[in-house]
């Protein structure tokens, strides 16, 4: 049974930095990603990494947060730096089931998901 583990949300001042784990067991993806799901919004592909190490970003992240896996430890990583409180949402680790697959945001793509880790920045 596949399942994804998150960890390391909290709470910030706006400024600071958070580090998210994601942790698959049963199956060892090769293409993950962070969703993030704010009130009120609907939900955002944030970051993906793929083959090759091939890494996506949504815009309102990039130079800020940075994505990567630990193939040994079965382990996706969202470092997130000068986060702002608009990043305040509850994030998602996806995997994708799929073996030929790509680094992406949407989440059509992704069969298995997280329970998610609430992040909160306050101003």
């Known amino acids: 049974q596949v399942q994804l583990v998150e960890s390391g949300g909290g709470s910030v001042q706006a400024g600071g930095s958070l580090r998210l784990a994601c942790t698959a067991s049963g199956y060892s993806p090769v293409c993950m990603a962070w969703f993030r799901h704010a009130p009120g919004k609907e939900r955002e592909g944030v970051a993906s990494?793929?083959?090759?190490?091939?890494?996506v970003y949504v815009d309102s992240v990039k130079g800020r947060f940075t994505i990567s896996k630990d193939n040994a430890k079965n382990t996706l990583y969202l470092q997130m730096n000068s986060l702002k409180p608009e990043d305040t949402a509850m994030y998602y680790c996806?995997?994708?089931?799929?073996?030929?697959?790509?680094?992406?945001?949407?989440?059509?793509?992704?069969?298995?998901w997280g329970q998610g880790t609430q992040v909160t920045v306050s101003s």
């Open positions: 996806a995997a994708s089931s799929r073996s030929w697959c790509t680094a992406s945001l949407g989440s059509g793509n992704f069969g298995y």
């Open positions: 990494i793929g083959p090759y190490d091939r890494i």
